[in-house]
């Protein structure tokens, strides 16, 4: 028995709750999986794990170990990264899910760059705006708009959005250019709505000038909740939008969308990197995380950016 895969066959197992999702992630079979996890508690000659037909969960012994397997973990990765002639080329495949105008706009036209320098990794990638469970549904790493609401995540702030509110000239021809943000509310406007994946249902959007704030609710003939689908729905006139600066500033430059309400503010969104509590981070994930922190530093995306290597646990809806 090698105890090291030993010990991370244990590990992912507890993570996922499964030998089955341990094993998809680790790229071995699931009888080696179970193997190599019958192995170490011969070897220790205490039960780790309690298994039903439904789930897996841990013994008392097993907890204890759990904790002092990361910890083994960790150091080991440690160790070998910091000799200069080690072979510590990070490898590996990952699973993350993204918001879909992030995708298409940030971070796949900059993957190039991420292989060019990380060749050995492969990224299944998740497109979607959709809430993800990343424990159960096994995701290495999340990166998420908005205040994060799941205690049982870690998440790194990597920077705060700029939002504007737009409308395409075809829509300010059939309705008039709006003066004042209360307009979508009372005059005959739209927007197009955006349905939430916490709730279901368009929120309000705060905007503030000065001593006022409001909280526009407007009226929609459609909602969406795909981030790429409301930004297709603006450009076709169908309403007026709520978008961050990253999203909007090619179609402000093209006048394929016209800002609105100059003086008016909005609370910036803020993005966070979330992932699974308690789990071994491998090499390839921490230089992923890293690099999505690099690539996050852009100006014309933030407003402000958290370049700071902080975790913390957080609330998220990840």
């Known amino acids: 028995m090698d105890r090291f895969d030993a010990m991370q066959a244990f590990a992912r197992v507890v993570e996922t709750g499964s030998f089955t999702k341990a094993a998809d ?47 083994l ?8 990264a910091c000799l200069p002639g080690a072979s510590v080329t990070p490898r590996g495949r990952l699973r993350v899910d993204v918001p879909s105008p992030f995708a298409s706009t940030l971070l796949i036209p900059a993957l190039p760059d991420f292989y060019a320098r990380y060749p050995d990794i492969r990224i299944d990638l998740g497109v979607s705006d959709r809430v993800v469970d990343v424990i159960d549904e096994n995701v290495d790493c999340v990166v998420r708009g908005g205040e994060l609401t799941d205690l049982s995540l870690m998440a790194r702030k990597v920077g705060d959005l700029e939002l504007g509110v737009f409308a395409a000239p075809a829509y300010l021809a059939r309705f008039g250019t709006p003066q004042h943000p209360q307009e979508l509310d009372v005059l005959d406007h739209r927007i197009v709505g955006f349905l939430w994946a916490r709730t279901g249902r368009a929120l309000p959007i705060a905007m503030r000038r000065d001593n006022e704030q409001l909280n526009i609710k407007g009226q929609y003939a459609l909602a969406v909740d795909d981030g790429n689908a409301y930004l297709a729905a603006g450009l076709a006139g169908l309403g007026v939008l709520w978008l961050p600066r990253y999203m909007s500033q090619r179609f402000e430059a093209t006048g394929e969308l016209v800002a609105l309400f100059p003086g008016w503010t909005m609370q910036p969104m803020p993005l966070y990197l979330a992932y699974p509590p308690n789990r071994h981070i491998s090499r390839a994930l921490r230089v992923f995380i890293d690099w999505v922190v690099e690539l996050m530093a852009s100006p014309a995306a933030f407003t402000t950016h958290s370049r700071n290597s902080r975790s913390a646990q957080v609330h998220s809806d990840a």
């Open 73 to 80: 973990l960790a150091d080991l990765q440690e160790a070998e």
């Open 25 to 71: 992630t680790l790229h071995i079979s699931r009888t080696s999986v179970t193997q190599l996890v019958q192995q170490l508690e011969a070897h220790l000659q205490v039960r780790l794990l309690n298994r039903t037909t439904r789930k897996v969960g841990m013994t008392a012994d097993g907890e204890a170990y759990y904790a002092r397997v990361l910890r």
